[in-house]
């Protein structure tokens, strides 16, 4: 399980990297990441992406993305 796993997170930070836009391979990857495990490396990755994210949602609804 753990090496399809890793080698699934491989495919998606290929494909986040050459089109860091797709948010749906971005949130995919982000569920892998914390399927993972607990490893800071992993967490801090997942982190990342998922602010990365936040950001790139502001951006396309000036700042109004389910913010109350």
Do not use: F, W
Not at 51 to 62: H, I, L, R, S
């Amino acid at each position: 399980r753990r090496g399809r796993l890793d080698a699934a997170i491989a495919v998606d930070e290929t494909a986040v990297a050459k089109n860091p836009a797709d948010t749906m391979t971005t949130n995919n990857l982000v569920a892998l990441l914390l399927d993972r495990g607990k490893d800071k490396a992993s967490l801090a990755r997942a982190l990342e992406l998922a602010q990365e994210a936040d950001k790139e949602a502001d951006t396309e609804t000036g700042g109004e993305h389910g913010e109350d």
